[in-house]
């Protein structure tokens, strides 16, 4: 899930969560534009899940919030809070996730993505995008 990158540090080769889960799972980011966005971020207003984010960027976001909304503490509805912080959170995350993608994984486009119908197709898709990945570290 994407909270992961709250937890790791993308920039260490080191990073002991990552090293261990690219030893046992291939990483992949969808990378979107900002259609993308704005399709994820509507579909967080509609069924906000769950999210992990770093204390400072929630300290960051929460000031934010409070500033820009003219709301005191006491005084925040909690819905509205975490769909404002959504879209805030995801462009925060995006270097992360490019990093993790570059350091242990590979980025497939999200219209690439968009266009899978089949296990056949999704198969066909990373093999594509690892052979070029190959292709391009030769």
Do not use: N
Request: aromatic share 10%; hydrophobic share 40%; charged share 30%.
């Amino acid at each position: 899930g994407g909270s992961i990158c709250e937890w790791v540090d993308p920039w260490d080769a080191h990073d002991p969560i990552m090293t261990a889960l690219s030893e046992q799972v291939l990483i992949i980011w969808i990378e979107g534009g900002p259609a993308h966005t704005a399709e994820l971020v509507r579909r967080f207003d509609r069924a906000p899940k769950p999210m992990a984010y770093q204390p400072e960027f929630l300290s960051q976001v929460w000031e934010e919030y409070l500033t820009s909304h003219g709301v005191a503490p006491d005084q925040v509805d909690p819905d509205s809070f975490i769909r404002w912080t959504y879209a805030r959170a995801l462009d925060h995350r995006q270097p992360r996730y490019a990093e993790m993608a570059r350091r242990w994984g590979l980025s497939i486009r999200a219209e690439d993505v968009a266009r899978v119908q089949s296990e056949t197709d999704f198969t066909d898709l990373i093999a594509a995008t690892l052979r070029d990945r190959g292709r391009m570290r030769a």
